[in-house]
């Protein structure tokens, strides 16, 4: 049987950092995988994980099965940090949550159930988007659309064209929108858009899908889900497929969830009922450890806030080596205006040069980045942000 099968060509992320693990130049510089980097170039494990950890560690008593949708408690907390405390849709029962295998899973779920609900119905997503998007939602039965975001010259959303396509969007049909800090491309919705997009998605009868992977990344928590909580209160019918990978650092934990919001109460229990029942043929049971770290912090008080004070130093972090990157492209003599890439949001950005200037990158300087050019900004860091910049204004 599996003689049939052909080789098929390495993720280009995946291959990508399998080539600088190999790479043996004492300047390398990894700004492709697409995870939190520290001035050590390590992903840190957050010290109120640590002491969630330690707490679970002290207190478990069985490793006996979550239920499907997974913990209550963890479920009921990310209400609150997604929807904020007293959101009109929680008020109203109309929020159901299940958790996931991280984001990933929320995503896939959130497509069968689409499926389930209506065969017919295409998913819309940005041009770009990230590029499990298509695998993860596609390969469960839906055709993927995309529409217009991203204008490479500009640096900037295409928002007139993508309104203009949006108008053309069927009622029954999903668009997705990212949250907040766009993967790949860093550049956001402002409130006023979001707005725009709140009223036609209420005219036309289309239903907001949006991926909430960087909460607390952009401006801050709150801030971060205003789409999320405009659209609930707006619209009949919403998902969201939330991560704690990047805002809690628990990437290999697998920590998520998936809220869906429906016109009414019974309507949400269905609903709910539905999306239970393909986490069955999916993978059964949710994992623990993460969603109960994750509740462990936002349920204590004291958790919360050291939780809020790293989240903080990360976003920070971010947003300083953005404007410094941008500064030191123009000391070095770049000769092109990077400037915007201190006005986006998030740990990407494409630095718009070509393919073949990102080979020589990493062929000549060993900096490694997808060939979009799509860099992670937090693997920038004091030590390498001076030879990252002469290096890429060299190529230029």
């Not at 958790?99 to 770009?128: F, H, N, Y």
Request: glycine share 6%.
């Amino acid at each position: 049987m599996f003689e049939t099968l052909q080789p098929l060509p390495a993720d280009p992320i995946l291959g990508l950092s399998a080539a600088f693990q190999q790479d043996q130049s004492p300047q390398k510089v990894d700004l492709g995988v697409g995870v939190y980097k520290d001035e050590n170039a390590q992903t840190p494990i957050l010290k109120a994980v640590k002491i969630a950890e330690e707490r679970r560690l002290q207190q478990e008593d069985s490793k006996t099965y979550l239920p499907p949708p997974g913990t209550a408690e963890a479920n009921s907390a990310l209400d609150k940090l997604v929807f904020g405390e007293n959101h009109p849709a929680l008020l109203a029962n109309r929020v159901r949550t299940l958790q996931t295998p991280g984001g990933c899973g929320a995503l896939r779920v959130a497509a069968e159930l689409i499926v389930r609900a209506a065969p017919e119905a295409k998913i819309w997503v940005s041009d770009p988007t990230w590029n499990n998007h298509t695998p993860l939602l596609g390969n469960a039965g839906p055709e993927i659309c995309e529409y217009p975001y991203y204008d490479y010259d500009n640096h900037s959303i295409r928002f007139e064209a993508m309104m203009e396509q949006l108008q053309q969007v069927k009622a029954g049909d999903l668009v997705l929108f990212h949250a907040c800090c766009h993967n790949p491309c860093g550049a956001d919705l402002n409130r006023e858009q979001w707005q725009a997009i709140a009223e036609l998605a209420q005219k036309n009868g289309f239903t907001p899908f949006i991926d909430m992977a960087y909460q607390g990344f952009g401006e801050d928590l709150d801030a971060d889900a205003y789409g999320v909580r405009l659209l609930a209160e707006s619209v009949p019918e919403l998902l969201v497929a939330n991560s704690c990978s990047k805002n809690f650092g628990l990437y290999r934990e697998r920590a998520g969830a998936l809220n869906i919001v429906s016109a009414n109460a019974r309507q949400a229990d269905i609903s709910f009922s539905q999306a239970v029942n393909a986490t069955r043929g999916l993978y059964s049971m949710p994992p623990a450890h993460g969603s109960i770290i994750v509740a462990t912090i936002l349920t204590d008080p004291e958790l919360t806030q050291l939780w809020h004070t790293e989240l903080n130093g990360m976003r920070d972090r971010i947003h300083g080596l953005r404007a410094l990157l941008s500064q030191k492209l123009a000391e070095h003599g770049a000769i092109r205006d990077f400037s915007f890439i201190e006005h986006q949001r998030g740990m990407f950005s494409f630095l718009g040069i070509s393919e073949e200037q990102v080979t020589r990158l990493q062929r000549e300087y060993a900096i490694y980045m997808v060939n979009s050019s799509r860099i992670n900004i937090a693997g920038i860091s004091q030590a390498n942000i001076d030879y990252v910049a002469k290096s890429i204004a060299t190529v230029l």
